[in-house]
């Protein structure tokens, strides 16, 4: 079955060190990926996508994601993480057949402390 | 640029009553989905609107439905409430050229009791 996994629940890091948070996916074709970020008691923010392309993918707020094919792979990352960065992670692919439907992992929460 | 808007923010209804949540979506597109975030269960998908025709739906029973209006907001309803529909309900909507491009609303909190 076509699926996305996020196989952290939680990721700690300090502010200032570089944060990965990790998704893999399982897909037949080529899919559609997406990182969405959640602040408590709020929808979900875009901050980037994998179409085609060049595999890194350049997004909002500073954040970046690595396409990696052969691993199924699309990691989210930051160079150096703040406090404010402190969200709900969801990663989302938009799978071959499913006609637009997001199929979202169950999410990472991501907490950088000072 | 107005983002997509839900209301009302939170609904609080009794077990066996109909809910009704509302999305419209941002200027200029024509399609909308809705998503249960419900807890332990994460994100799963409802439904897909686009023109007003329902496009797809996701493993929901028939008591999820709803429609979209000529001017492309839409409305969830949920009937016979049962106590695990209490969820955050999600919207978000897309250029129908560019489907995989999702733009989401704040949601509305759904609490059933």
């Known amino acids: 079955a076509q699926s996305v996994a996020q196989p952290e629940d939680q990721v700690n890091v300090a502010e200032g060190n570089p944060l990965t948070v990790k998704c893999t996916y399982s897909?037949?074709?080529?899919?559609?990926l997406f990182w969405y970020v959640q602040y408590p008691n709020r929808g979900l923010q875009f901050l980037l996508k994998?179409?085609?392309?060049?595999?890194l993918v350049k997004g909002s707020y500073g954040f970046e994601a690595e396409f990696n094919k052969s691993q199924t792979s699309f990691h989210l990352k930051k160079p150096s993480a703040l406090v404010s960065d402190s969200a709900l992670y969801f990663c989302a692919a938009l799978l071959s057949g499913t006609a637009s439907k997001l199929t979202f992992g169950t999410g990472t929460r991501l907490q950088v402390t000072l | 640029e107005a983002g997509v808007t839900q209301s009302p923010t939170h609904l609080i209804k009794t077990r066996g009553q109909q809910a009704t949540l509302r999305c419209s979506p941002i200027?200029?597109?024509?399609?909308v989905y809705w998503y249960q975030q419900a807890l332990g269960l994460g994100l799963q998908f409802l439904l897909w609107?686009?023109?007003?025709?329902?496009?797809n739906r996701g493993n929901f029973p028939p008591r999820f439905s709803g429609r979209q209006f000529p001017n492309y907001s839409s409305e969830l309803n949920v009937n016979a409430l049962e106590l695990e529909d209490s969820a955050l309900y999600l919207c978000?909507?897309?250029?129908?050229?560019?489907?995989?491009?999702?733009?989401f609303g704040p949601g509305t909190r759904l609490t059933v009791t």
């Open positions: 200027s200029g597109h024509t399609s």
């Open positions: 978000a909507s897309s250029s129908w050229t560019r489907t995989y491009e999702q733009y």
């Open positions: 994998y179409i085609t392309g060049d595999n």
């Open positions: 609107y686009d023109e007003g025709e329902e496009r």
């Open positions: 897909v037949s074709g080529n899919p559609y």
